[in-house]
């Protein structure tokens, strides 16, 4: 049985136009110790998806489909349930810590309390574990920081202090939304790296959410491109990268800049570039019929805009959703 299986996953949102379908039939599994990754433009899903996932959406969201999760259908529990389950087995890393913690608690408290919560540890042992979990997330002079307010930390600091309170409880799926965002280069490798060894270690599931395709390279081992609410390319990380099937995943790995890249005799030439832009989440109504991403396509036909493509296997564990793709290996994903 898989950890976390999710089938036909849709999820509307109240707008003044009338409801939004943001999230349009996903379809995933993790295993215990598995690495997912979900990559796309701003705008295209992968947050809500998170957010479904741990029972955190914004007021008056309907979710359709059915999210497995230990066996129990997470879509049916009540919120007490959801709540005795968030930070405990499933846990989340967001994406800007500074907002992620309380400005009014100190390191230590913030770090203590699902252990008290969820584990039911005295405040002494509580902080005594705090300490070791900041230590095993390498900030520095964790002892001293414990008193600490968020605000005297710096943002690789903050992020380490949430990666700490996810890790509190050994949950068995880690969901890591942008988790780097707000850091520098050199900082985005650091933490990155320390969530993976860490989920390496405790044998958890993993589903990372991030623009940078070179960061999904190196530490999941699926990977889903998604766009406008609906995944168009699934598979093996170094498949899909290696032999992207579908025009937007090419179009996403053409626009990475390269050591080198974007001089020709002498003069600086531009990144390319997808045309035109995902569309807004008021407008995601408006799609019309077919692959959502037709009208930015230079590959586009008469075909894509008359209905959804179905599912097509590119190699064996490699599926994109693409009428380039021929339709005689079509598969379920």
């Not at 997912?36 to 741990?54: F, N, P, R, W, Y």
């Not at 994406?95 to 252990?115: C, F, K, R, S």
Request: charged share 15%; proline share 8%; hydrophobic share 45%.
């Amino acid at each position: 049985m898989a950890l976390l299986d999710v089938r036909d996953l849709r999820l509307s949102l109240p707008s003044a136009r009338g409801p939004v379908l943001a999230l349009r039939g996903l379809n995933f599994t993790l295993q215990a110790g598995q690495t997912l990754g979900l990559i796309g433009e701003s705008g295209c899903g992968k947050s809500l998806t998170a957010l479904s996932l741990m029972g955190l959406l914004p007021e008056g969201a309907q979710l359709q489909g059915t999210v497995h999760f230990e066996g129990q259908a997470l879509t049916q529990l009540p919120e007490p349930a959801l709540c005795r389950l968030r930070g405990r087995r499933i846990a989340m890393v967001f994406q800007e810590p500074m907002t992620a913690l309380n400005p009014l608690h100190t390191i230590g408290q913030q770090v203590a309390e699902p252990l008290r919560l969820h584990l039911g540890m005295t405040a002494g042992a509580a902080r005594a574990q705090a300490l070791r979990l900041l230590e095993r997330v390498q900030l520095p002079q964790a002892a001293q920081r414990l008193d600490a307010y968020p605000h005297q930390l710096s943002g690789g600091q903050r992020q380490r202090v949430v990666i700490a309170i996810a890790l509190a409880c050994s949950p068995a799926l880690l969901v890591a939304d942008e988790p780097t965002t707000a850091l520098d280069a050199t900082l985005q490798r650091e933490v990155l790296q320390l969530i993976t060894q860490l989920v390496r270690e405790d044998g958890m599931a993993l589903l990372l959410i991030s623009h940078d395709l070179g960061l999904m390279a190196e530490h999941v081992q699926q990977l889903a491109v998604m766009y406008a609410g609906r995944f168009v390319e699934q598979g093996a990380t170094a498949q899909v990268l290696a032999r992207p099937a579908h025009p937007y995943t090419q179009g996403l790995l053409a626009a990475r800049p390269r050591l080198g890249q974007g001089r020709s005799r002498g003069r600086v030439q531009p990144l390319p570039t997808i045309p035109g832009r995902v569309p807004a989440l008021p407008l995601l109504g408006q799609v019309p019929g077919g692959c959502a991403f037709a009208e930015r396509c230079s590959l586009a036909a008469a075909p894509c805009t008359e209905a959804v493509p179905v599912w097509a296997q590119v190699a064996p564990g490699h599926a994109a959703a693409c009428v380039r793709v021929p339709a005689s290996q079509a598969v379920q994903a």
